[in-house]
Every structure is written in C-alpha cells, then in structure tokens.
C-alpha cells in the first residue's frame, strides 16, 4: 500500500513512492531533487520555503493526489 500524500508527508518518501512527482513538484516551481537527492524535509516546508499560501499548498496536494490516482 503506498504512502499517504499529505502536508507531513517527507519530500524523499513522497518522491520515492511516486517517481512522478519529482516532476511534478518541479513543473510549479519546487525543486525536489538537488544533485540527484531529495531534498530533505516534508512537502510542506518544502513549499513554504518557495512562499506557498496555505491555500496554494492545499491545493497543491488535492493535485499530486489526483495524478497519483491516474
């Protein structure tokens, strides 16, 4: 069963769990992987690092979770 995607989530697990959000992430201006490693951290540090509102970074999940389900 794979990991739930959510705020808490670590950026390393999320992308291990789903390779496609490496790409993901970096499409909306999150860069995720420095020098061929995840960046340490949860997905929200992550994107309050890069200046996501609550509301961006809630909806930036309600995304990765969709794509996740395809």
């Given at each position: 069963?794979?990991?739930?995607?959510?705020?808490?989530?670590?950026?390393?697990?999320?992308?291990?769990?789903?390779?496609?959000?490496?790409?993901?992430?970096?499409?909306?201006?999150?860069?995720?992987?420095i020098c061929g490693e995840p960046a340490w951290g949860?997905?929200?540090?992550?994107?309050?690092?890069?200046?996501?509102?609550?509301?961006?970074?809630?909806?930036?999940?309600?995304?990765?979770?969709?794509?996740?389900?395809?």
């Open positions: 069963m794979k990991m739930e995607i959510n705020r808490q989530i670590l950026v390393e697990d999320l992308v291990r769990e789903y390779p496609f959000a490496s790409r993901f992430l970096s499409d909306r201006g999150l860069q995720c992987i949860t997905l929200e540090e992550l994107a309050l690092d890069k200046n996501f509102t609550e509301q961006q970074i809630s909806q930036l999940i309600a995304d990765l979770k969709q794509a996740a389900s395809l």
